[in-house]
């Protein structure tokens, strides 16, 4: 790894070929007439047209616009709806949310399991598909589950019971399976907040405006003023960027400031070990864009990406 500005031309297969038990997710389950409903108000994504299979990413945010919490939705049919969310919020989440569901004819709870990571031919073939299926926003229902599929030949499993699952593993040792899983989020972009970010970010700062994770043609939410406002009227100050960093360093949520004045010019969302060195999603203002910064607490030199991550939508 050199100290420059990351490109992201890695793939998958160089970091994993296999399972991996994503136990740092959650699943919770939404079941109930009044479920797309539910979530059309309390969420950045649209489900006001949802279908069963669609898979549907976005955002739990507080009134200030901030993000509780990000999500992928997995619509099992419209009335029963599998959310996927970072096991360190799951908790919180499900309380906070509750206080709401008094008024809809809806129930949420957590489920036992957690979603599995799978990448690469093998893990597929497993399931009977000679490649990678491509669509990112539909799953495919198994008999064993529901295979979302999401890009790099990568797919999340949502299994009906992982016990199954880890059965055929064989007793290997997936705790490296799990850390390259973590790399390949920060390979794809996709910034996931945790107890220690949650109501930190704007979604913009994460750029989930440019990922299709924000809905700006749907009602209103819990939120939506202060984010349609940016949207509209304004130019998001900070974006996402890829990092990277000579020495292995997990400081999510810590301060970055600028090596020439000391000022501060964003953030760590996520990090990952890779190689010899870290990777890091950053939420960045424009002037941080292809330089080196300081991580505040560790004094740790990091490398800032030419230009912030582009998207292709619901990837």
Not at 65 to 71: K, L, N, P
Not at 81 to 100: D, G, M, Q, R
Not at 185 to 203: D, I
Request: with cysteine.
């Amino acid at each position: 790894m050199t100290n420059t500005p990351f490109n992201p031309t890695d793939t998958a297969g160089d970091l994993l070929n296999g399972w991996a038990p994503l136990t740092h997710e959650a699943l919770l389950r939404l079941q109930g007439q009044d479920a797309c409903k539910f979530l059309q108000g309390q969420t950045t994504a649209d489900f006001a047209k949802a279908q069963s299979l669609d898979v549907i990413p976005g955002a739990f945010c507080d009134v200030k616009g901030r993000v509780i919490a990000d999500f992928r939705a997995l619509v099992v049919s419209p009335d029963d709806i599998i959310l996927c969310v970072n096991e360190s919020l799951a908790s919180s989440l499900l309380t906070h949310l509750t206080k709401y569901l008094m008024f809809s004819k809806a129930d949420l709870t957590q489920t036992l399991e957690h979603p599995w990571g799978l990448t690469g031919p093998e893990a597929h073939a497993q399931f009977g598909f000679d490649s990678t299926p491509l669509s990112a926003n539909r799953a495919i229902a198994l008999a064993q589950g529901w295979l979302i599929p999401l890009a790099d030949q990568t797919s999340l499993l949502v299994a009906n019971d992982s016990a199954v699952i880890e059965a055929n593993l064989n007793n290997e040792s997936l705790d490296d399976y799990t850390a390259a899983w973590r790399a390949l989020g920060c390979l794809r972009g996709e910034a996931r907040v945790t107890s220690t970010t949650t109501g930190k970010y704007l979604p913009q700062d994460l750029s989930y405006d440019l990922a299709g994770w924000v809905s700006f043609d749907k009602g209103c939410y819990t939120g939506q003023e202060i984010i349609a406002r940016l949207h509209w009227r304004g130019t998001p100050k900070r974006r996402l960027y890829h990092g990277t960093a000579l020495v292995k360093c997990s400081t999510e949520g810590a301060k970055l400031l600028s090596k020439t004045d000391n000022r501060a010019v964003g953030s760590i969302v996520n990090s990952a070990d890779y190689q010899t060195g870290s990777l890091f999603l950053i939420e960045a203002t424009e002037n941080a864009a292809g330089q080196h910064v300081l991580i505040e607490e560790t004094g740790q030199e990091i490398s800032i990406g030419d230009a912030p991550i582009p998207y292709a939508k619901n990837s």
